[in-house]
């Protein structure tokens, strides 16, 4: 199995394909598209074609298919969680202090903007208009979009893809966001250790996994100080506040990686009832949460990708 690790979206990215050369070769056209699609759709850089939306807001702007694709699936999912799932969050998380990448906040050691403005009103996702045809999006004037998690999933995905090509055996994983295709060769699934939340060098359990997708959210991880105040990235659009949760994290693995990356998220958002929400309409997702106490909470169709671990069942 050959591997290549590096940094990008600001964070950890390690690919691995089975081969030799070809896959060697394959890596590093995927590391090539990973890098190039950061430079497109990361809000931290202002000639990013996200950003030059962000700035048209009120006039119509022409995206590209791929802009357009996960601007649609956005809506679709803010339609289907209620709005628990939110890209249009943008404004909230400048406000609280994310006004720049986390690696450059851990460098200055806090946050740019030191006291939270109060929120304002601002139009919803759903008043978004989108000529498909001609390819072009309008927001509302106040709405700025961070694609974040979906963009996240949807840049692994596609690199996955993009590296099946090379090689029929292979993984993505960016930041908690992991594409497997096929099975290793030995007969093996694909291991994945379950970080405890309370403590990076830890974990919690060990999944086993086919051909899937597995996504965690956590609230620990992006972090910073406002004024005193720690302050982590996870925004709960009903309040525009860092989301208070029932979970430090939560873990979805199942067939569709964006899914996964929505459902994680607004778990880790709604808590337990949205746990059972979730079980009850997207059945083909299984999940595991960690909380505070280091407790382990699931569906029961997580059952199969874990050995030898005993921790509290959701009842589906």
Known sequence: MQTLEFRAMSTSVLMAA???DWAVAGLQETRKFIEQCELRFSRFLPDSELSQLNRSAG??????????????????????????????????LKRIGYDKSIDAIRADGTAIVETASPREVRPALGEIEFDQRG?????????????GGIAKGWIVLKAAELLNSYAAICAVSAGGDICFIGE????SKW????????????????????????????????????????????????????????????TVIG???????V???????????????????????????????GKLFGSQTSRE??????????QD
């Open 263 to 293: 459902y994680a998220k607004t778990m880790l958002i709604g808590g337990e009832a949205e746990a059972a929400r979730v079980a009850a309409r997207r059945p083909e997702l299984a999940f595991i949460t960690v909380d505070a106490q």
């Open 135 to 147: 390819r072009r999006v309008r927001l509302p004037r106040g709405v700025e979009i961070d694609l």
């Open 191 to 250: 291991r994945v250790e379950l970080e405890d939340p309370r403590n990076p060098s830890q974990s919690v359990a060990v999944l086993h996994v086919g051909q899937s997708a597995v996504v965690t959210s956590s609230v620990a991880k992006r972090t910073w100080n406002q004024n005193g105040r720690a302050r982590h990235h996870l925004i709960d659009p009903r309040t525009g506040e860092p989301a208070q949760t029932d979970w430090l994290s939560v």
């Open 59 to 92: 006039d119509w702007f022409s995206v590209s298919d791929d802009l357009m694709d996960m601007l649609v699936e956005s809506l679709n999912y803010y339609k289907e969680t209620a709005g628990l799932f939110d890209p249009s969050i943008l404004p909230d």
């Open 305 to 314: 990708y874990l050995n030898d671990f005993t921790y509290t069942y959701h």
């Open 18 to 20: 089975e081969g030799h």
């Open 255 to 261: 067939p569709d990686i964006l899914a996964a990356e």
């Open 184 to 187: 290793p060769l030995d007969g």
